[in-house]
């Protein structure tokens, strides 16, 4: 099983970035996915996480309204659309697959990408 992460960089507070997320090895439609992101000296955060068939979705209080995320399962890719980004939401983003429901606990998360660096100036 692989989660391979994409779209991380810097941009300027008020930008947008969006992040992908592709996964092999499995099946990708039965699986949760789950974003969550790590700042320096910080806890891991849960930011968002999605249904095995989209039909539901989760967000973290501090990013309800800016954050989007979404899947395609024909392309066994999960996508995480920031917009409003601040420089509070600077870190390293991470998504994560689990067998059967959504969680915001990323210890019941199986399987984990490498992480992809936000980084959001001033």
């Known amino acids: 099983v692989q989660l391979v992460e994409s779209g991380g960089g810097l941009v300027q507070a008020g930008g947008s970035l969006r992040l992908s997320c592709t996964a092999s090895?499995?099946?990708?439609?039965?699986?949760?996915m789950g974003w969550f992101r790590q700042a320096p000296g910080k806890e891991r955060e849960f930011v968002a996480a999605?249904?095995?068939?989209?039909?539901?979705?989760y967000y973290g209080d501090s990013v309800k309204g800016r954050f989007t995320i979404s899947r395609d399962n024909a392309k066994s890719t999960v996508y995480l659309q920031m917009s409003s980004l601040k420089p509070e939401d600077t870190a390293v983003y991470s998504c994560?697959?689990?067998?059967?429901?959504?969680?915001?606990?990323?210890?019941?998360?199986?399987?984990w990408g490498q992480g992809t660096q936000v980084t959001v100036s001033s």
């Open positions: 994560a697959a689990k067998v059967g429901f959504s969680s915001y606990y990323y210890e019941r998360y199986d399987y």
């Open positions: 090895g499995r099946t990708f439609v039965t699986d949760a």
């Open positions: 999605i249904g095995g068939r989209g039909g539901e979705t």
